[in-house]
């Protein structure tokens, strides 16, 4: 795709969402200022930064939709928030989400209007309607709809089913999550199926994974694919390594990782993506792989108090990055390198200052765009053993 087939769509939301700045700029232009943003940040503590490794159609990439709920005047509406408010912006055709995703929720909005259906007030905390969120999984083309409701009661819930299915026969599963809290988290702790089997699956180099409403998956589902090749060359696996895999969710990078290690130990403080991860293994007949439920940086002292070690250490943590005490952790198991899946430059440019301490440096980083059009860059960093430096 040429330059000029990038700067033909232009998003009529972009002045007040904020979400992303489609038609700002070109694509390659963004690609150039993501790179000078990861030299910025952590350009001092890596002697080699590659090119942003961008997407070949930079639109429609998500499989991960969320919408909120709100009412303007008489009419029932879902989008997002306006940058820095809680003023909804309807939208209904968003240039970075999955066609189909969007689709189903214009349904469900009106759906909600003629069943007459209360929409969640956030200042009353009244109303039952708050959120609603798709999954798809790019490979099978299961679909799962996530209603977020303020209480377990759902008038109507049988017919309102009923008739999204008879819209949209494609969706797999229907979810009703209850988040009766008065909280900016989007999902509650409560689930009710109301129809199929309450995840979807996906394939993903090869391995079949499992997907609840709150596991994480990399929501670029293309770009995931060269960002686990970059993550897997990082390690610089010959079969012999023991892996460990911090922050791990529903286990994809360690098992993808386990075909060229001899075996991986995943962590992750979420028992439900370690369900799920427990499950992905079994499903893919993986058997030197085990998951634990714990804090990964509490686990992994334990291990180097018991006189552990690990080979390898691979590790990606949210966007506020990781903290000194797991990068003490970490180092305490003495691995040859660490492998940093980074989705905020910021943080990891101060992780690498603690892992400089710790004896640690940066071979090489290999920024993958997962986000076109947005601000955020990811970045695959490894990290070798290189002695700590003397006073």
């Given at each position: 795709?040429?330059?000029?087939?990038?700067?033909?769509?232009?998003?009529?939301?972009?002045?007040?969402?904020?979400?992303?700045?489609?038609?700002?700029?070109?694509?390659?232009?963004?690609?150039?200022?993501?790179?000078?943003?990861?030299?910025?940040?952590?350009?001092?503590?890596?002697?080699?930064?590659?090119?942003?490794?961008?997407?070949?159609?930079?639109?429609?990439?998500?499989?991960?939709?969320?919408?909120?709920?709100?009412?303007?005047?008489?009419?029932?509406?879902?989008?997002?928030?306006?940058?820095?408010?809680?003023?909804?912006?309807?939208?209904s055709d968003c240039l970075i989400e999955d066609a189909q995703a969007s689709a189903i929720i214009r349904t469900v909005t009106e759906l909600i209007q003629s069943f007459k259906l209360w929409v969640?007030?956030?200042?009353?905390?009244?109303?039952?309607?708050?959120?609603?969120?798709?999954?798809?999984?790019?490979?099978?083309?299961?679909?799962?709809?996530?209603?977020?409701?303020?209480?377990?009661?759902?008038?109507?819930?049988?017919?309102?089913?009923?008739?999204?299915?008879?819209?949209?026969?494609?969706?797999?599963?229907?979810?009703?999550?209850?988040?009766?809290?008065?909280?900016?988290?989007?999902?509650?702790?409560?689930?009710?199926?109301?129809?199929?089997?309450?995840?979807?699956?996906?394939?993903?180099?090869?391995?079949?994974?499992?997907?609840?409403?709150?596991?994480?998956?990399?929501?670029?589902?293309?770009?995931?694919?060269?960002?686990?090749?970059?993550?897997?060359?990082?390690?610089?696996?010959?079969?012999?390594?023991?892996?460990?895999?911090?922050?791990?969710?529903?286990?994809?990078?360690?098992?993808?990782?386990?075909?060229?290690?001899?075996?991986?130990?995943?962590?992750?403080?979420?028992?439900?993506?370690?369900?799920?991860?427990?499950?992905?293994?079994?499903?893919?007949h993986i058997n030197n792989i085990h998951f634990i439920a714990a804090d990964a940086t509490e686990y992994m002292t334990r291990m180097s108090q018991n006189g552990e070690r690990a080979d390898v250490?691979?590790?990606?943590?949210?966007?506020?990055?990781?903290?000194?005490?797991?990068?003490?952790?970490?180092?305490?198991?003495?691995?040859?390198?660490?492998?940093?899946?980074?989705?905020?430059?910021?943080?990891?440019?101060?992780?690498?200052?603690?892992?400089?301490?710790?004896?640690?440096?940066?071979?090489?980083?290999?920024?993958?765009?997962?986000?076109?059009?947005?601000?955020?860059?990811?970045?695959?960093?490894?990290?070798?053993?290189?002695?700590?430096?003397?006073?």
């Amino acid at each position: 795709m040429g330059k000029a087939d990038r700067e033909s769509q232009t998003c009529p939301y972009v002045a007040r969402c904020g979400a992303c700045h489609i038609g700002e700029k070109s694509y390659e232009e963004e690609l150039a200022e993501k790179k000078a943003q990861v030299v910025t940040h952590i350009g001092k503590y890596c002697g080699k930064i590659n090119d942003v490794a961008g997407m070949y159609y930079p639109y429609h990439y998500r499989n991960k939709v969320h919408a909120v709920f709100g009412r303007i005047k008489d009419e029932v509406v879902a989008g997002t928030y306006e940058e820095g408010t809680h003023t909804i912006i309807p939208v209904s055709d968003c240039l970075i989400e999955d066609a189909q995703a969007s689709a189903i929720i214009r349904t469900v909005t009106e759906l909600i209007q003629s069943f007459k259906l209360w929409v969640y007030n956030e200042d009353t905390g009244r109303g039952l309607m708050r959120h609603i969120l798709v999954r798809k999984g790019a490979s099978t083309k299961q679909i799962m709809v996530v209603l977020v409701t303020a209480s377990p009661e759902f008038p109507h819930k049988n017919n309102f089913v009923a008739e999204l299915r008879r819209a949209h026969p494609e969706i797999t599963t229907i979810v009703q999550n209850i988040n009766d809290r008065q909280t900016t988290m989007v999902l509650g702790e409560r689930e009710k199926i109301l129809f199929g089997q309450g995840y979807i699956e996906d394939v993903l180099m090869g391995l079949r994974f499992r997907i609840s409403p709150s596991s994480f998956y990399q929501v670029n589902s293309a770009q995931t694919q060269v960002l686990y090749k970059r993550a897997i060359q990082a390690a610089g696996l010959t079969g012999k390594e023991r892996v460990i895999d911090a922050y791990c969710g529903i286990g994809t990078i360690g098992m993808c990782m386990s075909a060229k290690a001899a075996h991986v130990t995943g962590i992750e403080l979420n028992a439900q993506a370690v369900k799920d991860a427990k499950a992905n293994a079994k499903r893919n007949h993986i058997n030197n792989i085990h998951f634990i439920a714990a804090d990964a940086t509490e686990y992994m002292t334990r291990m180097s108090q018991n006189g552990e070690r690990a080979d390898v250490i691979v590790m990606d943590p949210p966007r506020s990055g990781s903290t000194e005490a797991f990068v003490k952790a970490a180092a305490s198991l003495k691995p040859s390198r660490i492998v940093y899946v980074s989705c905020n430059p910021e943080t990891l440019g101060r992780d690498l200052a603690w892992f400089g301490r710790e004896g640690y440096r940066a071979q090489e980083a290999f920024p993958v765009d997962m986000f076109g059009f947005t601000e955020h860059v990811e970045v695959i960093l490894s990290m070798k053993y290189c002695g700590k430096e003397k006073n």
